[in-house]
């Protein structure tokens, strides 16, 4: 059976949005998804001394754009990203290891989100050892559905998928009603239950940041951390 599990297009993505994708066969960048002000489409956050920050993307974009059409709004962020990253990890033993990454895939010469999203997405996937195929929702044929519950049961057809793998936040975008279009659809419906766990941070550990804390942290041991974890339940909606 393949488990699909269909995601937003988070920039420097949660532990706990990893821990999804760990645990399906196919992960869909939903790219074709509104735009969202003030969520984690271009942006997440990392905890310093001083107190969290946020790593933002600065976009111009309208309403009802679609994520795959919205661009980036100058280049400047790009210096503050890595000094941050630097400011924050330099001191980590696995810092060389993994920021000359962040480097080149901030190097890129482009107007568009996705462009800076997608890379260090799949980066990440790839870091901690995950196997899963990644496409974007651009890339599959066919017509958009008009409703978000009919378009992820498109897609999830559309990549052979017998099972979606939603987060606990599914409720904010579909109904009961939804839920059951799946059943009806012949597909399982899951949720995924995450309880964040506290490891040695080489800055400051906080729950909920982004996945780069783990990495520079636990270096190539986090590609163990999300198979072995005790932290991860699948339950049927």
């Known amino acids: 059976r393949i488990e699909h599990f269909m995601g937003g297009t988070h920039d420097l993505p949660f532990v706990g949005t990893l821990a999804k994708i760990a645990k399906?066969?196919?992960?869909v960048i939903y790219d074709t998804a509104d735009y969202q002000k003030g969520y984690f489409d271009n942006r997440n956050r990392i905890m310093t001394k001083n107190g969290q920050v946020w790593l933002t993307i600065p976009v111009s974009a309208r309403l009802g754009q679609q994520i795959r059409d919205v661009k980036v709004a100058g280049s400047?962020?790009?210096?503050?990203?890595?000094?941050?990253?630097?400011?924050?990890?330099?001191?980590?033993?696995?810092?060389?290891?993994?920021?000359?990454?962040?480097?080149?895939?901030?190097?890129?010469s482009s107007e568009w989100l996705m462009d800076f999203v997608e890379p260090t997405l799949i980066f990440l996937i790839e870091a901690f050892g995950i196997d899963v195929t990644v496409k974007r929702a651009s890339e599959i044929e066919g017509l958009q559905e008009p409703t978000p519950a009919q378009e992820?049961?498109?897609?999830?057809?559309?990549?052979?998928?017998?099972?979606?793998?939603?987060?606990?936040?599914?409720?904010a975008y579909m109904t009961n009603e939804d839920v059951s279009s799946f059943q009806l659809a012949g597909i399982e419906f899951l949720e995924m239950q995450y309880t964040p766990f506290k490891?040695?941070?080489?800055a400051v550990f906080a729950e909920n940041m982004s996945a780069v804390d783990m990495?520079?942290?636990?270096?190539?041991?986090?590609?163990?951390?999300?198979?072995?974890?005790?932290n991860v339940e699948i339950v049927n909606v």
Request: charged share 20%; aromatic share 16%; net charge positive.
């Open 215 to 230: 990495l520079f942290s636990l270096g190539p041991c986090c590609r163990n951390t999300l198979s072995e974890s005790s």
């Open 24 to 27: 399906a066969d196919a992960y």
């Open 152 to 171: 992820l049961i498109r897609l999830t057809k559309a990549m052979n998928g017998t099972a979606y793998l939603a987060g606990p936040s599914w409720a």
């Open 76 to 108: 400047s962020w790009k210096k503050k990203h890595l000094k941050t990253i630097s400011q924050v990890y330099g001191r980590s033993v696995f810092f060389d290891m993994y920021y000359p990454d962040f480097e080149k895939m901030l190097s890129v």
């Open 199 to 202: 490891y040695e941070s080489c």
